[in-house]
Nanobody
């Protein structure tokens, strides 16, 4: 089992920045891929970014490319999402996830955190 706990969400004005953290514990060595997803009210869960623990390769979704950066500290078993130039449409609950395959579809990730709310005011 893998436990994931997100933190760092909050309220920020448009144009501002936030950094989300996802602390992993348990059998973390079993999952090579970690990712961020988000879900806004009334919308489906959306892929944000992923990173492979083994080689640090990463991929960002088109809606956040150039503004958000995913990173990983393997020694701390913690993943981060640095979010800059935030927009009101970035408002959502952000979830971290862990899996075995580097894909953008959420149903292939086996483990999920409880989510952290990010609200961007205009």
């Amino acid at each position: 089992q893998v436990q994931l706990v997100e933190s760092g969400g909050g309220l920020v004005q448009a144009g501002g920045s936030l950094r989300l953290s996802c602390a992993a514990s348990g059998r973390t060595f079993t999952n090579d891929v970690m990712g961020w997803f988000r879900q806004a009210p009334g919308k489906e869960r959306e892929f944000v970014a992923l990173i492979r623990r083994s080689d640090s390769s990463r991929y960002h979704g088109d809606s956040v490319k150039g503004r958000f950066t995913i990173s990983m500290d393997n020694a701390k078993n913690t993943m981060y999402l640095q979010m800059n130039s935030l927009k009101p449409e970035d408002t959502a609950v952000y979830y971290c996830a862990a899996g075995d395959v580097a894909v953008v579809v959420d149903n292939l990730y086996a483990y999920w955190g409880q989510g952290t709310q990010v609200t961007v005011s205009s």
